[in-house]
């Protein structure tokens, strides 16, 4: 499975923006797909996840802003970024994996397969 990330963007704090993540390669209806996010200096970080098709889960702090979505016939997992804060400012990466088990969600160390990241940059 190859990711791509895409929809990052500079937006003052309050606004809104789409994230994308484009999949390739068979079967991807069968892959948990989640996004993390990576700040200066920080490590990186769980966002929100959609494990195994339907169950979403979220960091607390997005909980509320944030809604992680999916297109099967478009190959493709959404993050959907309301009332966003500088707080939120990383670079974002969409993950996958086939495999996962509920209760691994939210380690990166879970995931086999990674987009490239898109920066986000919210400013205040």
């Known amino acids: 499975v190859q990711l791509q990330a895409s929809g990052g963007g500079l937006v003052q704090a309050g606004g809104f923006l789409r994230l994308s993540c484009a999949a390739s390669?068979?079967?991807?209806?069968?892959?948990?797909m989640a996004w993390f996010r990576q700040a200066p200096g920080m490590e990186r970080e769980f966002v929100a996840a959609?494990?195994?098709?339907?169950?979403?889960v979220y960091v607390e702090s997005v909980k509320g802003r944030f809604t992680i979505s999916r297109d099967s016939a478009k190959n493709t997992v959404y993050l959907q970024m309301d009332s966003l804060k500088p707080d939120d400012t990383a670079v974002y990466y969409c993950?996958?994996?086939?495999?996962?088990?509920?209760?691994?969600?939210?380690?990166?160390?879970?995931?086999?397969?990674w987009g490239q990241g898109t920066q986000v940059t919210v400013s205040s």
């Open positions: 993950a996958a994996d086939s495999s996962l088990i509920l209760s691994s969600v939210r380690s990166a160390a879970a995931y086999d397969y």
């Open positions: 390669g068979r079967d991807f209806s069968r892959y948990s």
């Open positions: 959609l494990f195994r098709r339907s169950t979403a």
